[in-house]
């Protein structure tokens, strides 16, 4: 396992030339030069190399990042943020009690079988699965779809009349959490169960979750060694909806924008999707890539910047009077409502759900 010292050579490169902080949401909202990744590297040098000890506070700021990656597209050094701050959050957690707590609540006896608790709770909530022969796919269904069957239902729908075979293999969670919280064992053990489970003989492996795509896509990036999906394959439902040209047909006209999440690689399928969407009309929000503001534990960990971001966002909604606001992420559908509760008639689905309201009967 990777430690901070390791990324001494990195660290280093930054030239202080602040170009992250033009990318970073929250240095926009703060000022705070620690909240960005330059001010963050700049402390984590000074822990590499000796100079300062890993403290509370400097977690405080690692902690303070929606590892959305827009610094990294914008850093000339080409440093990785996600991938340093996942390593010194492992270097503080195995030095605290509240780590080693976290770490249990994480394992698979804990976290494990609460998924499964979930499976097997919402199984008879599912709509019975058909045999079906023609295009081979994968499904990765990420923890929230474990536990909910909502997907399941709508992706019957869509699918109803169209030759997909679906496989889901007992995959766990995609690892996300453990690699922010800094369990990178954790991580490890499964990116590595996961690929174990693949045959190989698949057409794609699809998800519904951004987060899920992009950490399945960098588990090559952690483990140079263990064989992973090429790009061209790993695919989310809007990705294969658009590619099959699955037509839509809404009843009444509705209006509708999208939030694109920060983990999503492309959104090309939207505006393929949308060309098959009968009475639908599209508005795209002002920056409709900003961060939704939730990003996983940071929602938790900084309520205050998290309430602030989702409420930009919410303002940008609201502006384009629609009716639904569709994304590809269970985590961004958390932000986006609570930005928008109680305060606009747009109601947030994901991208499966407003697709299953048009599906042909
Ligand atoms: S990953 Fe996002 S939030 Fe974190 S420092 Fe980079 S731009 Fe800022
Ligand atoms: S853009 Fe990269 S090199 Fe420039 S300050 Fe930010 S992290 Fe350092």
Redesign the pocket.
């Known amino acids: 396992m990777k430690c901070l010292k390791d990324f001494e050579a990195d660290l280093n490169k930054c030239s202080k030339c602040g170009l ?1 902080q033009s ?5 926009d909202l703060t000022q705070n030069e620690c ?3 330059k001010g ?1 590297f700049i402390m984590l040098h000074g822990v590499a190399t000796g100079r300062l000890k890993l403290s509370k506070n400097i977690n405080k700021y690692i902690d303070m ?8 597209k914008f850093c000339p050094s080409g440093i990785d ?2 991938q340093i701050l996942s390593v010194a959050k492992y270097e503080y957690m195995r030095t605290t009690f509240l780590g080693k707590v976290i770490n249990f609540l994480m394992s698979k006896y804990v976290f494990g079988n609460f998924i499964k608790f979930g499976q097997i709770i919402s199984k008879p909530f599912r709509p019975q699965k058909k045999a079906k022969e023609g295009l081979k796919v994968v499904y990765f269904k990420g923890c929230v779809n474990q536990i909910c069957p909502h997907t399941d239902n709508y992706l019957n729908k869509i699918f109803k009349n169209h030759p997909i075979e679906i496989i889901e293999p007992d995959f766990e969670c995609c690892g996300l959490p453990f690699l922010s919280e800094g369990n990178l064992e954790r991580f490890e053990q499964t990116a590595k169960y996961n690929l174990g489970l693949l045959d190989r003989n698949f057409d794609y492996l699809v998800t519904d979750c951004a987060s899920c795509e992009s950490t399945i896509s960098e588990y090559s990036k952690y483990f140079p060694e263990i064989k992973t999906v090429p790009d061209e394959k790993s695919v989310n439902w809007g990705n294969l909806i658009a590619l099959r040209g699955i037509k839509f047909r809404f009843k009444k006209p509705v209006t509708v924008t999208f939030h694109k999440p ?1 983990h999503l690689k492309n959104d090309y399928f939207l505006t393929k999707i949308l060309e098959n969407c009968e009475n639908v009309n599209y508005v795209e929000m002002d920056n409709y890539d900003d ?1 939704c503001g939730f990003a996983g534990s940071f929602g938790v960990k900084n309520r205050e910047l998290s309430l602030k971001l989702s409420k930009k966002k919410a303002e940008n909604i609201k502006k384009t009077n629609a009716d639904y606001v569709i994304t590809t992420c269970p985590s961004c559908v958390l932000g986006l409502k609570q930005g928008l509760i109680a305060t606009c008639k747009t109601k947030v689905v994901s991208l499966l759900e407003f697709l299953a309201m048009g599906a042909e009967g």
């Open positions: 992250c990318a970073c949401p929250l240095f909240a960005v990744s963050k990042c929606l590892k959305c990656g827009k610094c990294n943020v996600t920060c961060c």
